[in-house]
C-alpha cells in the first residue's frame, strides 16, 4: 500500500511502483472507477489501444465470416442456374 498527499489543487503522485506495475508513462492517461466503494485506476491509454485492438479483430472476424457467407451463397446459387 502506498499513501499520497493530495494537493490543493487536487493532483496526487502516482507512486512508482504503481506507475511500473501499470506501465504509466508521461502523457498517459488515467482513468478512475469506481466499484463499491472502491476505486479502480486503470491505464487509459494502455486500454485504449489494446480495446482498439480487439475491435478491430473482432471486426476483421465479422467481415471475414460475411465474405465467406455471401461467397458461399454466391457458389451454391451458381450451381442452381
Known amino acids: 500500500m502506498s499513501?499520497?498527499?493530495?494537493?490543493?489543487s487536487g493532483r496526487i503522485a502516482v507512486p512508482m511502483e504503481i506507475r511500473n506495475l501499470l506501465?504509466?508513462?508521461?502523457?498517459?492517461?488515467?482513468?478512475f472507477i469506481d466499484r463499491d466503494g472502491e476505486i479502480i485506476i486503470n491505464?487509459?491509454?494502455a486500454?485504449?489501444?489494446l480495446h482498439s485492438n480487439?475491435?478491430?479483430?473482432?471486426q476483421?472476424?465479422?467481415?471475414s465470416g460475411k465474405l465467406e457467407a455471401?461467397?458461399?451463397?454466391?457458389?451454391?446459387?451458381?450451381?442452381?442456374?
Request: charged residues 25%; aromatic residues 0%.
Open 70 to 81: 455471401s461467397l458461399g451463397h454466391q457458389a451454391r446459387a451458381g450451381r442452381t442456374k
Open 3 to 8: 499513501l499520497v498527499r493530495v494537493s490543493t
Open 47 to 49: 486500454n485504449t489501444l
Open 43 to 45: 491505464n487509459a491509454s
Open 54 to 58: 480487439a475491435n478491430a479483430n473482432s
Open 60 to 63: 476483421r472476424k465479422d467481415l
Open 23 to 31: 506501465n504509466i508513462k508521461e502523457g498517459d492517461k488515467i482513468s
